[in-house]
């Protein structure tokens, strides 16, 4: 059977972020409007473009960002903190809505940017398993192949059935881990990778990770991790408050994020 070709247009993307309303009175113009004047005339290394006007003020998260993502990319994203990546992804998981500008998104989106969503130290591993199914829009049925496919990869035995505040934080990386993987989808969102616990289980969960991302159309991976973004992305996109300001092989990437850095004196 003929598999489905995904893909993700961006189209002069951008999000705003109000910040005040639009009523503004004399007093918070004093003590908030003032002060926020002065600090916007002071250098910033990190975020997007701030604009303050009589109508408040706004955090401009995303400008006019435009690209396309092809069926088989693995596109690295690259920037300081509060450059843009975490908000690009939450834009394409669909939590955020564009201020402006068009995504086209051929595929079925599986967003992994809270590997801690759903926890809760009362329920058990199984529950956690099957909480998690829920959110993730699973019906029932895969929900349960999902459980049973990850409770024999965790390998913790009688554990599963234990409250998880009784678990290290190792073994919950491992079922959390054991969760993400197994679930099926043609277009993946990662915010930083996920590793899987303890060293003896590196290797199982390497070749299960492999496996779940070859399996993909498309990989889309904010990190810091200069190795990772190499070893896994075919593309890297570089951010700069809230800007794309560059589209290319990851070496060559990281290599203008080094020189942006360093004309800019950021750290």
């Not at 895969?142 to 390998?155: A, G, H, P, R, Y």
């Not at 809230?242 to 290599?255: E, I, R, S, T």
Request: include cysteine; proline fraction near 3%.
């Amino acid at each position: 059977m003929e598999q489905d070709v995904t893909s993700i247009l961006v189209e002069q993307l951008s999000l705003d972020f109000p910040v005040l309303s639009s009523d503004a009175r004399s007093l918070r113009n004093q003590f908030i409007i003032n002060p926020i004047r002065q600090a916007l005339a002071l250098p910033r290394k990190v975020g997007g473009e701030i604009t303050v006007d009589n109508g408040g003020t706004v955090v401009k998260a995303l400008k006019n960002i435009n690209f396309k993502i092809n069926d088989g990319d693995r596109v690295g994203l690259i920037g300081q903190n509060g450059s843009g990546k975490t908000t690009l992804l939450r834009v394409l998981a669909g939590i955020y809505e564009p201020s402006q500008g068009e995504i086209t998104v051929d595929g079925m989106v599986l967003p992994l940017l809270n590997i801690q969503e759903g926890v809760s130290g009362d329920l058990s591993g199984r529950g956690l398993i099957k909480k998690r199914a829920i959110l993730l829009g699973l019906n029932q049925e895969q929900t349960e192949t999902l459980t049973e496919d990850v409770i024999d990869f965790c390998d913790l035995g009688e554990y599963i059935d234990m409250p998880v505040r009784t678990y290290s934080a190792g073994m919950l990386v491992r079922v959390t881990f054991g969760v993400i993987t197994g679930i099926k989808s043609n277009i993946l969102l990662f915010d930083e990778f996920i590793g899987a616990g303890d060293a003896n289980f590196q290797d199982k969960s390497k070749t299960r990770i492999e496996k779940f991302i070859g399996k993909a159309g498309i990989m889309v991976l904010a990190s810091h991790d200069r190795e990772l973004l190499n070893n896994w992305c075919n593309r890297s996109m570089v951010f700069h408050a809230g800007q794309l300001v560059f589209d290319g092989k990851p070496q060559m990437a990281l290599d203008f994020y080094d020189e942006m850095r360093l004309k800019n004196g950021s750290y």
